[in-house]
């Protein structure tokens, strides 16, 4: 019995703290979830509002019960529940969840805890996790679920103010952007962050929160992406040329599914999902011809106002291709009359499309009657394309899906945007 409580201490335990978002939720539940099959101890630290959502709409608990050295562990965002929690409210997330997140991961990573975190994985933005760890002698291996091409941006941005090329003077929004090989010749300045077009972008709390990441890299123990090789092979070597530690381990979904391959339901029972799914898209699905329909979605935090989805639905009418497309009810802006709104697309476009609000993307990119995928090049999203082999037609909106967009575009010739 002693030798058995033995060797169960001696079994690695890493804690793993994603950003408040379903798309590094689902990133670090994969991750976390392959660790398990590794035989490590996983602790999942997430907020109570995002727990909820998460047990409400997907099978978590139920699918990680199998691992018996997993637990979910939740804290609060620091926000009253009724606070809304949307795209343009990120900061208030990020800086009320620090004043939670700083006391309680010194507590965690204390020796006076029951089971010790002997690793900690956090999110890249959560730099200050990098200085608790080696205060408290941590091993902390950051996990950057951004694109490595929009990272390596990120590293470059410093040699830009050093350069005097930032912030950027005038409107030439499609001036090529020097000192960012092998991007050069490649990226403009309207595919940079929006605050290296600010004369004060040091006050900027987007701003803020990346110099700060990029300036503790280099004092965390490693850093992972979720990318691979044969895609990001150019731009990991860069990364590495100034961080050595850095692995590639993606696309985590795709281990995923070739370790679960002899299961043939696991794909369609697995969820990671903050918004339920509507699983009678793939009812639809079924019922169209190969590589017919252009599916159609803007990830889980793009806003859109009504005119821009009405273009976009007179397009893809004209166009006479089938389409699914997923329509967040928080996703509309500006909408008086939502339900009614709603209401006249979807009947709007009966024969040709179908308007979901959730659906489960990566059964919808690997359903063979879908030959293409209009998107915001959310880095999820776009690996998930690239695996299936669908072709992209990018709308890009946040942090990295402008550069993101830039390379289906023009680097791996994979799309358009």
């Not at 201490?9 to 798309?23: D, R, T």
Request: net charge negative; aromatic share 10%.
């Amino acid at each position: 019995m002693e030798h058995q409580q033995e060797e169960t201490s001696n079994i690695p335990h890493v804690l793993i703290f994603p950003l408040p978002l379903q798309s590094t939720i689902n990133s670090m539940l994969q991750l976390a979830e392959l660790l398990c099959l590794a035989g490590l101890k996983v602790t999942f630290l997430n907020t109570n509002h995002n727990q909820q959502r998460l047990l409400r709409h997907s099978n978590v608990q139920s699918r990680f019960e199998q691992y018996p050295s997993f637990r979910f562990l939740t804290i609060s965002d620091g926000l009253p529940e009724d606070h809304p929690r949307s795209v343009e409210q990120f900061g208030d997330i990020i800086s009320s969840l620090q004043t939670v997140a700083e006391p309680f991961l010194k507590e965690m990573l204390s020796d006076v805890v029951e089971e010790p975190v002997t690793c900690v994985i956090p999110d890249g933005l959560f730099y200050y996790a990098v200085d608790i760890g080696n205060e408290k002698g941590v091993p902390v291996i950051t996990f950057d679920t951004i694109s490595p091409s929009c990272l390596w941006v990120y590293l470059c941005l410093p040699k830009l103010i050093e350069a005097g090329i930032l912030p950027f003077k005038g409107n030439e929004l499609d001036a090529l952007v020097t000192h960012i090989p092998p991007m050069e010749g490649l990226l403009r300045r309207r595919d940079l962050p929006h605050f290296c077009h600010l004369d004060d972008y040091k006050t900027d709390l987007n701003s803020q929160a990346v110099f700060k990441e990029i300036e503790r890299i280099p004092k965390a123990h490693g850093l992972i992406l979720n990318s691979f090789e044969d895609l990001d092979g150019s731009f990991l070597s860069c990364i590495r040329s100034s961080f050595p530690k850095t692995y590639a381990i993606g696309p985590l979904h795709f281990h995923l599914e070739t370790r679960f391959a002899a299961k043939p339901t696991s794909l369609l029972s697995s969820s990671n999902s903050l918004w339920e799914e509507d699983h009678t898209s793939i009812k639809w699905l079924d019922a169209q011809s190969m590589g017919s329909v252009i599916y159609v979605s803007f990830g889980s935090l793009a806003v859109v106002s009504r005119k821009e989805i009405l273009e976009f639905w007179h397009g893809l009418m004209n166009s006479k291709v089938k389409f699914l497309w997923v329509m967040r009810p928080n996703m509309l802006k500006g909408v008086e009359s939502h339900d009614q709104f709603m209401k006249e697309l979807v009947e709007g476009c009966k024969g040709t499309g179908y308007i979901v609000s959730w659906a489960p993307q990566k059964i919808v990119l690997a359903h063979p009657s879908v030959g293409g995928f209009l998107t915001h090049s959310g880095w999820n999203s776009t690996l998930e394309s690239v695996t299936e082999g669908k072709p992209m037609i990018c709308w890009p909106q946040y942090v990295d899906q402008r550069v993101t967009s830039r390379l289906v575009n023009e680097f791996w010739n994979i799309g358009w945007t």
